[in-house]
T-cell receptor
Framework: SQTIHQWPATLVQPVGSPLSLECTVE??????LYWYRQAAGRGLQLLFY??????ISSEVPQNLSASRPQDRQFILSSKKLLLSDSGFYLC????????????FGNGTRLTVT | GEDVEQSLFLSVREGDSSVINCTYT??????LYWYKQEPGAGLQLLTY?????DMKQDQRLTVLLNKKDKHLSLRIADTQTGDSAIYFC???????????FGAGTRLTVKP
């Protein structure tokens, strides 16, 4: 069966510090990978998605970037965090092709102080 | 872009049925999903329905789809306190890599 791992679970970082959140998927190959942000326990905002190694699509221009160095690894980064980057970050995957639903990781709670 | 709309709050008593409603606007949506999010956790897929179906039942969950009105509902029978969570409706077009989510309905179950 497939599993998705996301870490860390919680993170407190000062303004101006860098960020690296990691997500890995097991039990499947060539998944589509996604980063979402959820503010205040509410709606989801798609940040990035990737259909293959090195292929990143950005949905919202902002202070964040994403990379996919390996087939089942997706990384969310920032060089300098802003207060507005605080939120709940969710990684998700789906099989290639659009017939399967997204499966989510457990999320990372980021607080920028 | 297309919007998915849900009411923000629903409160029911334990043992009653809960009905969470969702409307979507993209007539090309082919897959519609319900997710559950418990506090501090990721989204858990509950059920989904294809656009060529009217109804899908899975134990205590019943999904109804009215494609003409672009209305989707999730009925939870015999609601329990453990059902308290945020429920998200989502749609997907066959040609898209993305899913569109509603803002979520916070279900509170009172004992």
């Amino acid at each position: 069966s497939q599993t998705i791992h996301q870490w860390p679970a919680t993170l407190v970082q000062p303004v101006g510090s860098p960020l690296s959140l990691e997500c890995t998927v097991e039990g499947t190959s060539n998944p589509n990978l996604y980063w979402y942000r959820q503010a205040a326990g509410r709606g989801l905002q798609l940040l990035f998605y990737s259909v293959g190694i090195g292929q990143i699509s950005s949905e919202v221009p902002q202070n964040l970037s994403a990379s996919r160095p390996q087939d089942r690894q997706f990384i969310l980064s920032s060089k300098k965090l802003l207060l507005s980057d605080s939120g709940f970050y969710l990684c998700a995957w789906t099989r290639t092709g659009s017939r399967s639903p997204l499966h989510f990781g457990n999320g990372t709670r980021l607080t920028v102080t | 872009g297309e919007d998915v709309e849900q009411s923000l709050f629903l409160s029911v008593r334990e043992g009653d049925s809960s009905v969470i409603n969702c409307t979507y606007t993209d007539s090309s949506s082919t897959y519609l999903y319900w997710y559950k999010q418990e506090p501090g956790a990721g989204l858990q897929l509950l059920t989904y329905i294809f656009s060529n179906m009217d109804m899908k039942q899975d134990q205590r969950l019943t999904v109804l789809l009215n494609k003409k009105d672009k209305h989707l509902s999730l009925r939870i029978a015999d609601t329990q306190t453990g059902d308290s969570a945020i429920y998200f409706c989502a749609e997907r077009d066959y040609n898209n890599n993305d899913m569109r989510f509603g803002a979520g309905t916070r279900l509170t179950v009172k004992p």
